[in-house]
T-cell receptor, first 118, second 115 residues
Framework: AQKVTQAQTEISVVEKEDVTLDCVYE???????LFWYKQPPSGELVFLIR??????QNEISGRYSWNFQKSTSSFNFTITASQVVDSAVYFC???????????????FGSGTQLTVLP | KAGVTQTPRYLIKTRGQQVTLSCSPI?????VSWYQQTPGQGLQFLFE???????NKGNFPGRFSGRQFSNSRSEMNVSTLELGDSALYLC??????????????FGPGTRLTVL
């Protein structure tokens, strides 16, 4: 079975602080994709990044960076110099290509509510 | 390119009624998936349609159904509404089916309230 764990339910930081959102996943498959989505209060899930299981390179996009470590089954997300507009719920998700049926759909973590205070 | 659109954005229904939600995918995308989001259960997969065929179905009762049209637009229907069906229903589209690693792009959702 697949599972995604986001142990941090809520995080609160002051603007300009750096913050890391943790994501730990479980899968027996070797071919899979990991995703991060942002859900602002409006409700829409906004795609942030996709990473396949064979690419462990870390990625940086502006103030966002992602650290993928297969050895610890983690795919953590760091926001540098956080801003109030970063306040949202962030979801980590896993998709396996080796399984069949509904297991091929996105398996989401429970999300981390990030609040950035001015 | 326009994103995924969902209509209506908000719905209020009473128990026992039925409801139809609509989703228009990103142009060129052939796969549409539906998810239910509730505070208690989080994001749960409902079903996926690709080329007008249901490819996968999540663990939901038969009251939840859907279909996809030749232009890839999709509808989902919930019959005999229950209080527990109150949720945000999210539609996502992707270029390929669930067998690919294509990214799913989500719409703004339809918030259904059952009284």
């Amino acid at each position: 079975a697949q599972k995604v764990t986001q142990a941090q339910t809520e995080i609160s930081v002051v603007e300009k602080e750096d913050v890391t959102l943790d994501c730990v996943y479980e899968t027996r498959d070797t071919t899979y994709y990991l995703f991060w989505y942002k859900q602002p209060p409006s409700g829409e899930l906004v795609f942030l990044i996709r990473r396949n299981s064979f690419d462990e390179q870390n990625e940086i996009s502006g103030r966002y960076s992602w650290n993928f470590q297969k050895s610890t089954s983690s795919f953590n997300f760091t926001i540098t110099a956080s801003q109030v507009v970063d306040s949202a719920v962030y979801f980590c998700a896993l998709k396996s290509l080796e399984m069949s049926g509904s297991a091929r759909q996105l398996t989401f973590g429970s999300g981390t509510q990030l609040t950035v205070l001015p | 390119k326009a994103g995924v659109t969902q209509t209506p954005r908000y719905l209020i229904k009473t128990r026992g009624q039925q409801v139809t939600l609509s989703c228009s995918p990103i142009s060129g995308h052939r796969s549409v998936s539906w998810y239910q989001q509730t505070p208690g259960q989080g994001l749960q997969f409902l079903f996926e349609y690709f080329s007008e065929t249901q490819r996968n179905k999540g663990n939901f009762p038969g009251r939840f159904s859907g279909r996809q049209f030749s232009n890839s637009r999709s509808e989902m229907n919930v019959s005999t509404l229950e209080l527990g069906d109150s949720a945000l229903y999210l539609c996502a589209s992707s270029l390929g089916s669930s067998g690919s690693g294509d990214t799913q792009y989500f719409g703004p959702g339809t918030r259904l309230t059952v009284l």
